[in-house]
């Protein structure tokens, strides 16, 4: 049973993959190319995109009585997409990106989202309903400040050579994110059935659907820097806004808005 419920895991990771890889991507592009939006913007997008696994998984893990590896999903998915980021900009080699001063508040908002889950589990404090409410306030303080300190503008100077009307592009991301939906629901189900009838452990769970969960968010990584390079634009920082925004908001939205929702599900259930 057990090697079935990994075949399966790597089954609904694979067509993880592929919806981001052909549609998810894609789709952002088209879209925000023709709202005429920014790198920044376009990464935020693709970050809150990658981000619907963790959510339905922790939604189906609290309503099914295991918060705990929904908890991990969400702690073990910030830490993995951390490292995942890295290699991405190690691997496209664009390290020295990172030392621009217009990074560091993404940088210390992203260090936090890793941080900050870790903390809560040592402190005991993960089922509190006024932490779900203090973590909402804190995504409110976060985005404030990111449109302090960084706008949201229109960019259409990038060099994109994205194809596809905006009809075709919201077609593309709705249908990625389908797939992303149903496929992060069934990893939910597949956590019940190994914690409740297999008798494994929440956290070990937990670190293996946030190993799952993180594949949209690599494939977006790595999928945005070969874009830019397939169109000889791996130059400047845009490329790396679009990763590194990516990367905070996929991780600031499970932090303070996905891991609240696990919260109240499981209080109200």
Same mark, same amino acid.
């Given at each position: 049973?057990?090697?079935?419920?990994?075949?399966?895991?790597?089954?609904?990771?694979?067509?993880?993959?592929?919806?981001?890889?052909?549609?998810?991507?894609?789709?952002?592009?088209?879209?925000?190319?023709?709202?005429?939006?920014?790198?920044?913007?376009?990464?935020?997008?693709?970050?809150?995109?990658?981000?619907?696994?963790? &959510?339905?998984?922790?939604?189906?893990?609290?309503?099914?009585? @295991?918060?705990?590896?929904?908890?991990?999903?969400?702690?073990?998915?910030?830490?993995?997409?951390?490292?995942?980021?890295?290699?991405?900009? !190690?691997?496209?080699?664009?390290?020295?990106?990172?030392?621009?001063?217009?990074?560091?508040?993404?940088? !210390?908002?992203?260090?936090?989202?890793?941080? !900050?889950?870790? +903390?809560?589990?040592?402190?005991?404090?993960?089922?509190?309903?006024?932490?779900?409410?203090?973590?909402?306030?804190?995504?409110? +303080?976060?985005?404030?400040?990111?449109?302090?300190?960084?706008?949201?503008?229109?960019?259409?100077?990038?060099?994109?050579?994205?194809?596809?009307?905006?009809?075709?592009?919201?077609?593309?991301?709705? +249908?990625? &994110?389908?797939?992303?939906?149903?496929?992060?629901?069934?990893?939910?189900?597949?956590?019940?059935?190994?914690? /409740?009838? &297999?008798?494994?452990?929440?956290?070990?769970?937990?670190?293996?659907?946030?190993? @799952?969960?993180?594949?949209?968010?690599?494939?977006? +990584?790595?999928?945005?820097?070969?874009?830019?390079?397939?169109?000889?634009?791996?130059?400047?920082?845009?490329?790396?806004?679009?990763?590194?925004?990516?990367?905070?908001?996929?991780?600031?939205?499970?932090?303070?808005?996905? /891991?609240?929702?696990?919260?109240?599900?499981?209080?109200?259930?």
């Amino acid at each position: 049973m057990l090697v079935s419920k990994l075949v399966i895991l790597s089954v609904l990771g694979a067509a993880i993959v592929a919806s981001v890889r052909f549609l998810v991507v894609p789709g952002i592009g088209s879209v925000a190319k023709y709202l005429k939006l920014s790198a920044k913007a376009r990464g935020q997008m693709l970050g809150y995109a990658t981000s619907m696994p963790e &959510l339905v998984i922790i939604v189906a893990s609290a309503a099914a009585g @295991v918060f705990d590896a929904g908890f991990w999903n969400i702690a073990s998915s910030n830490i993995i997409n951390w490292i995942l980021f890295m290699a991405a900009v !190690l691997f496209w080699g664009q390290f020295k990106d990172l030392k621009k001063r217009p990074f560091r508040d993404e940088l !210390l908002f992203g260090g936090i989202s890793v941080a !900050l889950p870790l +903390f809560l589990f040592a402190v005991n404090v993960q089922g509190s309903v006024y932490l779900a409410g203090g973590l909402v306030a804190f995504f409110v +303080f976060y985005k404030i400040l990111d449109r302090r300190w960084n706008g949201f503008s229109r960019d259409t100077s990038d060099g994109s050579s994205v194809t596809g009307g905006g009809l075709s592009g919201f077609l593309k991301l709705f +249908f990625g &994110l389908l797939i992303i939906v149903v496929c992060g629901w069934k990893l939910g189900s597949v956590a019940e059935e190994l914690i /409740l009838t &297999l008798g494994i452990a929440s956290w070990i769970i937990g670190w293996i659907l946030g190993f @799952v969960s993180s594949i949209p968010e690599m494939s977006g +990584f790595f999928e945005v820097y070969r874009k830019h390079h397939r169109e000889d634009n791996l130059k400047g920082v845009r490329d790396t806004q679009e990763v590194l925004d990516s990367l905070v908001a996929s991780n600031m939205g499970n932090l303070c808005l996905i /891991l609240p929702l696990g919260i109240l599900v499981m209080v109200l259930l």
